[in-house]
């Protein structure tokens, strides 16, 4: 079976980080999320994966063709202007020369429950389309499913309004096709989850929906993604290769990429940081994400931070909730 991974989308919410690294190739635990991906729908019986990518796509091919990144063959179709899911998904199935039933996901999800459980439930159920749910306990900004007690999805609410819904089941962004469905989707730019899902659901037609257990989240947003790593965490860090704590430095529930120095007496607590980061003795790293190459000076604070590649936090400064642009350097004081 194909997969069709959507990764044309411009991250605009993970800025700073997105400026200098595709969404799909932020790091989860050291590890370029799409190769996390690639690997689960393998396991999941997916043989090939077909990239819809935009203008950025052919970083993202490059990476994905290196050698151990992917077990499974993958290739890429450009798109020459955003398609919004559908488009893609349209676009892709039909450059590749997709066949038969398939599957679309979305490019900056994790998953860590079984696909083929779902592929299965789909066959079974004789569905046309088949929708992976998670349950959360607070769906606000996710499209929400309501079944019947067959799991035949029976209407959706897109990205409810705060408040407006308590705990429910959200699309993980996986999804189980069957072919001639792509003929349905709306032509031009268009959202499948806003036209065709919601479209198939008021028609009655067999669209399920199967609820999964287990670690699920997208990269959205930066809280998003530090929530995915307290979760894959627990108590736990995620030490790559060639990183060096001095002696009298902690990383508390954090991960840190490969290359990075953490100095003498500095502290790193749930944060993330990407390859090369140094931070000089006695400095704090708190609840941050700190992408590749930069440097938090000594006896520096950083706390609830998003910092951008290269950037400089000189010493003693205390950047509290910044976002700090690639190659910037803070030298403020913010009240702590
Ligand atoms: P934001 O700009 O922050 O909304 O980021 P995004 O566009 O990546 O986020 P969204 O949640 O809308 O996208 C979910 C997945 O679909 C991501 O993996 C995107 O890369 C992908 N995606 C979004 N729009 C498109 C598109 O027009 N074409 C393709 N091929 N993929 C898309």
Known sequence: MDAVVLAGGEGTRLRPLTRTRHKSLVPVCNRP???????????????????????????????????????????AVEEREPLGSGGAIRNAVREAGIEGRFLAVN???????????????????GAQLTIALVPLEDPTGYGV???????????????????????????????VFERELVEEIPPGPARVEETLFPALAEAGRPIFGVQCEGTWADLGTPERYLALHRQLLGERSAI???????PGAAAVRSAVGEGSEVGPGALVEDS???????VG??????ASVVADGVFVGAGALVRGCVVGSGATIAPGAVAIGRKLEPGERYDGRDEA
């Open 33 to 75: 999320a799409l190769a996390i991906l690639l690997q689960w729908l393998a396991e999941g019986g997916v043989s090939r994966a077909v990239l819809a990518v935009g203008q950025a796509g052919a970083v993202l091919l490059e990476a994905a063709q290196r050698p151990g990144f992917s077990p499974i063959p993958v290739t």
């Open 107 to 125: 490019g900056d999800i994790y998953a860590g429950f079984p696909l083929a459980p779902i592929v299965s439930a789909h066959e079974r159920a």
């Open 145 to 175: 499913a309501e079944l019947d007690p067959e799991g035949r999805i029976l209407r959706f609410a897109e990205k409810p309004p705060p408040d407006s819904v308590k705990r429910g089941l959200v699309n993980a962004g996986v999804w």
């Open 240 to 246: 790559a290769a060639r990183v060096a704590i001095a």
């Open 272 to 278: 993330v940081l990407w390859e090369r980061v140094q």
């Open 281 to 286: 003795a006695g400095a704090s790293v708190i």
